[in-house]
């Protein structure tokens, strides 16, 4: 079992950053594939990011290559998400969240925990 909690979101200015972070409880985390997924009002939840177990690999969706980070320290059972020249339809709900799979794909069903979300607006 793992239980995650999301922070850092808040309300930015277009081109601005924010650093989301993502508290996990459980001894397991390292054995989890991390995630990050958002999920913009009338719109369904989309992947972001991805992060293997020990950080040898990071997988983006196209449209935040070269602007975000995916990050995770298993010492600390964090993971984190620096979001760099933000833009107004980067607004969304961000949820972290736990794949048990080895290689998951960007398909939501694929991860086992989630977090409550936290909430990042952008403006123009």
């Known amino acids: 079992q793992v239980q995650l909690v999301e922070s850092g979101g808040g309300l930015v200015q277009a081109g601005g950053s924010l650093r989301l972070s993502c508290a996990a409880s459980?001894?397991?985390?390292?054995?989890?594939?991390m995630g990050w997924f958002r999920q913009a009002p009338g719109k369904e939840r989309e992947f972001v990011a991805r992060?293997?177990?020990?950080?040898?690999?990071?997988y983006y969706t196209d449209s935040v290559k070269g602007r975000f980070t995916i990050s995770r320290d298993n010492a600390k059972n964090t993971v984190h998400l620096q979001m760099n020249s933000l833009k107004p339809e980067d607004t969304a709900v961000y949820y972290c969240?736990?794949?048990?799979?080895?290689?998951?794909?960007?398909?939501?069903?694929?991860?086992?925990?989630w977090g409550q979300g936290t909430q990042v607006t952008v403006s123009s």
């Open positions: 969240a736990a794949a048990a799979a080895r290689f998951p794909s960007v398909r939501a069903n694929e991860y086992n925990y």
């Open positions: 992060i293997s177990w020990n950080a040898d690999w990071t």
């Open positions: 459980g001894r397991t985390f390292s054995s989890y594939v």
